[in-house]
């Protein structure tokens, strides 16, 4: 039998968000971050039981992702009057 690792890392001093918490972050629903993580956008959570928990290193990763893009899109798409 092989063991199923979590696809993020968890150390003992982690905080982990619930689905609610990581909701409200986003201002978002909770069907909304079911839907992300169905197609693999968003933060990444682990399933601990029947629940889905967020490290707090993740939620943070992802805002930093987040906020890359959007500086991203915004060098590109600045308007350039003719």
């Known amino acids: ?3 199923i690792m979590p696809k993020t890392e968890i150390t003992s001093d982690s905080r982990f968000w619930t689905i609610d918490e990581v909701a409200e972050h986003y201002r978002t629903s909770v069907a909304t971050l079911r839907y992300w993580r169905y197609t693999g956008y968003g933060p990444k959570g ?3 039981g029947r629940n889905i928990l967020y490290p707090q290193t993740e939620i943070e990763r992802f805002d930093q992702e987040v906020s890359e893009r959007v500086a991203a899109e915004s060098r590109t798409s ?3 009057p003719e």
């Open 46 to 48: 682990t399933k601990v």
């Open 78 to 80: 600045r308007h350039v």
């Open 1 to 3: 039998m092989t063991a």
